[in-house]
C-alpha cells in the first residue's frame, strides 16, 4: 500500500507500521509455526509477483515492508530479555489480538492480504 500512498521513505515506513496494527486486529494466530511458515511464503510469493511489475517503486515497496514487520522485531527483544514489556499498541494489549484456529487464521491473512494488494496497486 505504501507504493500507492506513500512519496517518501518515511511515510511508506509509517504506512507500513501504521497498517501492522491494523493487522493485529484481525483474528489471526501467528504463532503458530506452520501459519507463520504459510505466511512468510506466501509474502516472498507475493513480493516476487509484484517484482514483476513496471509500475512498482521498490524503494517505497520495500520500506513499507519494513515497517510492516518492524514491530515484530519487539516479541524477538523480549523473549531474548533485551527489552521487559511491549511498547507497540497491539503487542502490549492497547489494541486487543483477536486469536483463532490457525486454518480460519490462514483464511483471514489471505483475504487481507488480497485486498491490501487491490488497494495498493
Known amino acids: ?3 500507492r500512498f506513500a512519496d517518501t521513505k518515511l511515510e511508506a515506513l509509517a504506512i507500513g507500521f501504521a497498517s501492522h496494527a491494523l493487522l493485529d486486529a484481525i483474528p489471526h494466530n ?3 509455526l506452520e501459519i507463520a511458515l504459510t505466511t512468510a511464503i506466501g509474502a516472498a510469493l ?3 509477483q509484484v517484482m514483476q511489475r513496471e509500475d512498482v517503486d521498490w524503494e517505497l515497496f520495500l ?4 515497517g510492516g514487520i518492524l514491530p515484530d522485531g519487539e516479541h524477538f527483544l523480549k523473549r531474548n530479555g533485551f527489552i521487559d514489556r511491549s511498547l507497540y499498541p497491539s503487542h502490549n494489549g492497547t489494541i486487543k489480538q483477536p486469536r483463532t484456529e490457525p486454518v480460519w487464521a490462514l483464511w483471514f491473512e489471505l483475504g487481507v492480504a ?3 494488494f487491490k488497494v495498493g496497486f
Open 30 to 32: 501467528d504463532e503458530a
Open 1 to 3: 500500500m505504501a507504493n
Open 46 to 48: 507475493l513480493t516476487h
Open 114 to 116: 488480497v485486498v491490501a
Open 63 to 66: 520500506t513499507g515492508g519494513l
